[in-house]
């Protein structure tokens, strides 16, 4: 069975420059995570899905992040425009729904200069 | 406060000895916890899940839980060089999630 893929699995940009992720959960999990990861720091979500809903985006810098999910499977994490505390490692994460623990992806490691 | 706390280490054991790493918790409704393995440069894995007070074993990990203390440990027996790793401990209120900052390990040979 694949884990869960995400890609790129690093990316380099210019401040100011747009930058997007992409996931794809583990077959039949309908609840997707994107966590962003700083050094020396445990994950922080930053919006979580129930299908292709967003039931929690709280902690998401509307102004500058946006994220879907179409069709309720593959999502996309977009940061525009990016600024040099964004670097960071940008890990998606899927579980069944109900409270049985993450798998997480490989994770997105973000530079911006 | 934050939510889940844990000692950031590092923790240094010799090879063979047992490796306890805790955590504490402050929202009382928490009702599901877990622990993940993360290896330097890798993403978490999970590693552990316990969800009632006392002991849970699986191989050389026991995790304990102790819901009136607000309380998680995972002891690791028998430890390797291979467990050096930062190891989060996560806890849901079926709501929300959060993980903690994790403790480094170190398994001395």
């Known amino acids: 069975e694949a884990g869960v893929v995400q890609s790129p699995r690093y990316k380099i940009i210019e401040k100011k420059q747009p930058v997007a992720f992409w996931c794809n959960p583990i077959s039949g999990h309908n609840t997707l995570y994107w966590y962003r990861q700083n050094l020396g720091q445990g994950p922080e979500l930053l919006i979580r899905?129930?299908?292709?809903?967003?039931?929690?985006d709280s902690q998401l810098p509307k102004d500058r992040f946006s994220a879907e999910r179409l069709k309720g499977v593959d999502s996309t994490l977009k940061i525009q425009p990016a600024e040099l505390g964004d670097s960071a490692v940008y890990l998606c994460?899927?579980?069944?729904?109900?409270?049985?623990?993450?798998?997480f992806g490989s994770g997105t490691r973000l530079t911006v200069v | 406060q934050k939510e889940v706390e844990q000692n950031s280490g590092p923790l240094s054991v010799p090879e063979g000895a047992i490796a306890s790493l805790n955590c504490t918790y402050s929202?009382?409704?928490?009702?599901?916890f877990f622990w993940y393995r993360q290896y330097s440069g890798k993403s978490p894995e999970l590693i552990m899940s316990i969800y009632s007070n006392g002991d849970k074993e699986d191989g050389r990990f026991t995790a304990q839980l102790n819901k009136a203390s607000q309380y998680v440990s995972l002891l690791i027996r028998d430890s390797q060089p291979s467990d050096s790793a930062t190891y989060l401990c996560a806890v849901s209120t079926g709501n929300q999630f959060y993980f903690g900052t994790g403790t480094s390990l170190t398994v001395i040979p």
């Open positions: 929202d009382r409704v928490s009702q599901s």
């Open positions: 994460a899927s579980s069944l729904a109900g409270d049985y623990g993450y798998t």
């Open positions: 899905y129930e299908n292709e809903e967003a039931v929690d």
